[in-house]
């Protein structure tokens, strides 16, 4: 059974940072394709990163040079970066994988960035 467990979100002033946790099981990350999403309120979930089995990485416009999706191999654990955070980058954060033929999510970690 494959579960993502997301972490790390919380209230942070607008130029600061957090950095999000996605402890996975049931499926080793070194050789998944994993990906960080959020969704605004009244938004589509959106993607904000990937990062693949040979660790090529992949960002959202709006984010690049902002944040920065790393793994831990050792832990299992995706992480994702987020410095200089906005206003705008408000929203639930959520962990993805697509695996044998299905789409797996983590709960969703919230992010609130204040003015």
Known sequence: QVQLVESGGGLVQAGGSLRLSCAASGIIVSINTMG???QAPGKQRELVATITSGRSTNYADSVKGRFA?????????????????????????YCNTNTWGRSYWGQGTQVTVSS
């Not at 790393?70 to 206003?87: E, F």
């Open 36 to 38: 960080w999403y959020r």
């Open 69 to 93: 999706i790393s793994r831990d191999n050792a832990k299992n654990t995706v992480y994702l970066q987020m410095n200089s955070l906005k206003p705008e980058d408000t929203a639930v954060y």
